[in-house]
């Protein structure tokens, strides 16, 4: 149906930058919302921020001024640049995508994830 392939994670220096992507393929006229969610061990899953279908975003605090997500829609890929990386931002990202209707009903689709390290 939808396939999600995250790429760009990797191993940086508290301060520094990565741009991860998220790369869509499927039924993509199905899709509302996409976002970006993280885990660091020991940690549940969590929000880092969203995009609709028009543009919108939401992020989590912990992230706001540093990171911006965006698309592309002729690319069907969405991304993720993070700018001020901090240790505590350091799990697997994860991006998501949510179905415009019977969302409530059917499961999102998820990629496999991408590592983010960040060392002090």
């Known amino acids: 149906q939808v396939q999600l392939m995250e790429s760009g994670g990797g191993l940086v220096q508290a301060g520094g930058s990565l741009r991860l992507s998220c790369a869509a393929s499927g039924r993509m006229f199905i899709i509302n919302t996409m976002g970006w969610y993280r885990q660091a061990p020991g940690k549940q899953r969590e929000l880092v921020a969203t995009?609709?279908?028009?543009?919108?975003?939401n992020y989590d605090d912990s992230v706001k001024g540093r990171f911006t997500i965006s698309r592309d829609n002729a690319k069907n890929t969405v991304y993720l640049q993070m700018s001020g990386l901090k240790p505590e931002d350091t799990g697997t990202y994860y991006c998501?995508?949510?179905?415009?209707?019977?969302?409530?009903?059917?499961?999102?689709?998820w990629g496999q994830g991408t590592q983010v390290t960040v060392s002090s």
């Open positions: 998501n995508a949510r179905r415009r209707q019977y969302s409530s009903i059917l499961p999102d689709y």
């Open positions: 995009i609709t279908s028009d543009g919108s975003t």
